[in-house]
Nanobody, 122 residues
């Protein structure tokens, strides 16, 4: 399994931006499809964005045009740039990794970070 550590969360006003990072270690990062999920209080874990080994990207509809996922294989890191943040984006954001293609179900990912809190005030 690859080990994942997220960073970059915080408190931001609506309309603001944050950049989340997820540092990976333990295995060949470039072999993993990566995903970002989020979980708001009282809700299930939701797919936000994914990036394949070949850097194809996927987004849930609610973040399209506002969030951008990218990866730097030389730094073993995946990023989530979040712009035009809304209060409904408030959640704990998790980074996840899996061998194979990008998936949108949390059960399909075998490695998870500890999460980073993002709070958007109105």
């Amino acid at each position: 399994q690859v080990q994942l550590v997220e960073s970059g969360g915080g408190l931001v006003q609506a309309g603001g931006s944050l950049r989340l990072s997820c540092a990976a270690s333990g295995r060949t990062f470039s072999n993993y499809a990566m995903g970002w999920f989020r979980q708001a209080p009282g809700k299930g874990r939701e797919f936000v964005a994914g990036i394949s080994v070949s850097t194809s990207t996927y987004y849930t509809d609610s973040v399209k045009g506002r969030f951008t996922i990218s990866r730097d294989n030389a730094k073993n890191t995946v990023f989530l740039q979040m712009n035009s943040l809304k209060p409904e984006d408030t959640a704990v954001y998790y980074c996840a990794a899996r061998i194979g293609v990008v998936a949108t179900k949390s059960a399909d990912f075998g490695s998870w970070g500890q999460g980073t809190q993002v709070t958007v005030s109105s």
